[in-house]
């Protein structure tokens, strides 16, 4: 399968070159069977574990401190489009095309919850304190969920705090530091594209921000005073979310070559 290549900044100086080597399924397969895509990958918060999520249908764990030795494997029943440690790094969440959110713990394997969604999940998230959970999808909402008694329940999830009835697709979804806002990217190929925040109490939007394409994907910087944007109109862009009335919130724009998938 596809070589999983990690663009992104490590709090250890192996996990990039560990990365770098990792592939999914068997030597046969990836000598000789179809490429399947690896569509997602993360790293845990100690920088000694990376996830990653491919259309093969499975979510698997490595170790970077032991040369990319897998640890875990989640098999779904589709391809599996988003996937991420708990900033605690006990469970996995996972977005898959079946419509279904789960949440895996890590130190027994197994699936402790699953939230439903009407259409292929494109985005999942843990909040700072992992007491909250969202999802992005492609039926045009963002959801977010509690959290607190994860390991109580076998059972299909009940616990939706807040849905958002958004107007296109949600290709991104992410908690700012202090959970107390969520922003969304949204967007459909050449439709333009918009990310916007919400206040989590109220559900009001806070800030809406338009590009030519589709935001495929939004991060905020750690003092939540930035918002980074990716968009298929070849942009990166960071936004300044405390930036007094009648100034400029773009601040920076950088132009690329071809669609930008992630930034932050």
Known sequence: MADAVLAAATPVGVALEASQCIKHGTLRQQTFGPKMAMLSAGISSDGSRLCTA???KTARVFSLNEG???????????WIRSVSFSNGGDLLCTGCDDAYARIFSLITGEEVKKFQSSSWIYSTSFSSND??????????????????????????????????KLQDPVLAARFNPDSSQLCTGLGA??????????????????????????????????????????????????????AKAGRRQEVITCNHVNWVLSAG
Request: aromatic share 6%.
């Open 54 to 56: 491919s259309a093969d």
């Open 131 to 164: 007491a909250l959970f969202c999802t992005g999808s492609r039926d045009s909402t963002a959801r977010v969920y509690r959290l607190e008694n994860q390991e109580e329940t076998d059972e299909e999830a009940s616990d939706e705090v807040m849905k958002l």
């Open 68 to 78: 990319g030795r897998e640890l875990q494997r989640m098999k779904h029943e589709d």
């Open 189 to 242: 190929p050449r439709f333009g594209g918009v990310a916007s925040i919400h206040d989590l109490e109220s559900g009001e939007q806070i800030h809406c921000f338009e590009r030519d394409d589709a935001m495929t994907s939004v991060s905020f910087s750690s003092n939540g005073k930035w918002l980074a944007t990716s968009s298929k109109d070849k942009t990166a862009c960071v936004y300044d979310l405390i």
